[in-house]
């Protein structure tokens, strides 16, 4: 092992120079413009796998590209199987004026490479690709066989990914799924991440006049859809910060105290937290602490609002429509399906009669709950503490990744979440972030990993 971390070590500015070039291809699945820039994306990462000597191949898909990268098999031997999963794709950028330098054009600034998509994910599984390397450049012999899989629809909920999965089945079988695309509390607190909230995503639109109205002609005699739409969201929640659907709370799993006194030793400071945030207080569940309420309870969130005039100046009109994007996250043992029945069924009780109300369903996933007492949880324990010198700890993330359960569910595997995010990495944010010592920690993380789960 010591020959491949002085390897890691002595590359490091390369590894460094290659995650840059990665960042650079603005892989925005949400936006169609970007599709090309998918696909260069995605062909840019085949012949980067292809130089380590990765076995690797390019899959189109109704959407974006799938890649399948394995380390060469061994004739004889039935050797252990490890799936690392990995997403190419990023989330939309804007807005623009909020980065302190391009999004597409990574920077470096003491011991932090700000892009989008550095840490969610491009970074994360690209520490994974290096560690696969250091083996081989190495001659270190592997005491497994690994099987990269790496999408570029994770951002938009995966819908290609799991009938993909499925018909590779065989290929793909595995003995644990390992995925880098979560956080830790801090790099002196490396983690283990045991569950992970489900979602259910929604698009409400309330329909009133066939269009936009002169609000002093005819505004009093109508209704204006974005105020019936404003009162039907606040009936959502109420002011202690819990969900008022009925029966929302029926299949939610209670805390253990165990649980709790482990969440409640996770480092927390409210008014650090609350400052970087910039809300002038926080707000939740009332009876949970702000840890709690981000990992291990549901919400409802509204993700977009929308109706009327939204250029500059006025314009005094009753809107023709109102329409809001929500997404609820969903904690064991609730099921999306059953949530998205019961917000509509509640929704279409408060619509008023002056009104037409739509509802498109979006996309979904499970939660996700992992056993932290497996051998191969405290395999990965024990990397974690040789990669960052320090003992790790379990946790919870509010964060979703559908397809585990669909990985689950046609492979038979669970998944090892370990992630390398910091929280000031502000995924999904602008001025996103990956610290380059969690992405030095991470390779060798991996690469410890393959010899504690093959002990
Ligand atoms: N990497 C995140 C998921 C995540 C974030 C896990 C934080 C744990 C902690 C992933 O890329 C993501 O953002 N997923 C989406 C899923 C959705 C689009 C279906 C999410 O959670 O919003
Ligand atoms: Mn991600």
Known sequence: MQAIRNYLRKNEPRFIRELCEYLRFPSVSAQPKHRADLVACAQWLVRHCQRIGLQTRLYPTPGNPIIIARTPRLQSANRPHFLVYGHYDV???????????????????????????????????LAHLNAAEAYFKTGTELPCDLTFLIEGEEEVGSSNLAPFVRQHRAELRCDTIVISDNSIPSLKLPALTYALRGIAAMEIKLRGP????????????????????CQLLAKLRDSRGRITVPAFYDDVAPLSEFERKQLARLPFNETAFTKFLGVPQLFGERGYTPIEQRTA????????????????????????????????????????????????????????????????SGHGGAPYLVSPTS?????????????????????????????????????????????????????????????????????????????????
């Open 91 to 125: 989330q939309p950028p804007e807005p623009f004026e909020l980065w302190k330098s391009p999004p597409f054009e990574p920077r470096i600034e003491g011991r932090s490479l700000y892009a989008r998509g550095a840490t969610d994910n491009k970074g994360q599984h």
């Open 210 to 229: 066939a269009r936009d109205l002169h609000s002093g002609i005819y505004g009093g005699a109508v209704d204006n859809p974005a105020m019936s739409l």
């Open 297 to 360: 309870r549901p919400t409802c969130e509204i993700n977009g609002l929308t109706s009327g005039y939204q250029g500059e100046g006025s314009k005094t009109i009753v809107p023709a429509w109102a329409s809001a994007k929500l997404t609820f996250r969903l904690v064991p043992n609730q099921k999306p399906e059953k949530i998205r029945k019961l917000v509509i069924q509640y929704l279409r009780s408060l619509c008023p009669p002056t009104v037409r109300m739509t509802i498109e």
């Open 375 to 455: 051998p191969q949880a405290q395999a990965a324990l024990r990397a974690l503490k040789t990669a960052f010198g320090y003992e790790p700890v379990l946790m919870r993330e509010g964060g979703s990744i559908p397809i585990l359960t669909d990985l689950k569910k046609i492979l038979g595997a669970d998944a090892l979440m370990l992630g390398l995010a910091l929280p000031d990495d502000n995924a999904h944010s602008p001025n996103e972030k990956f610290s380059l010592e969690a992405f030095a920690k991470g390779m060798w993380m991996s690469a410890n990993l393959w010899q504690e789960l093959t002990k």
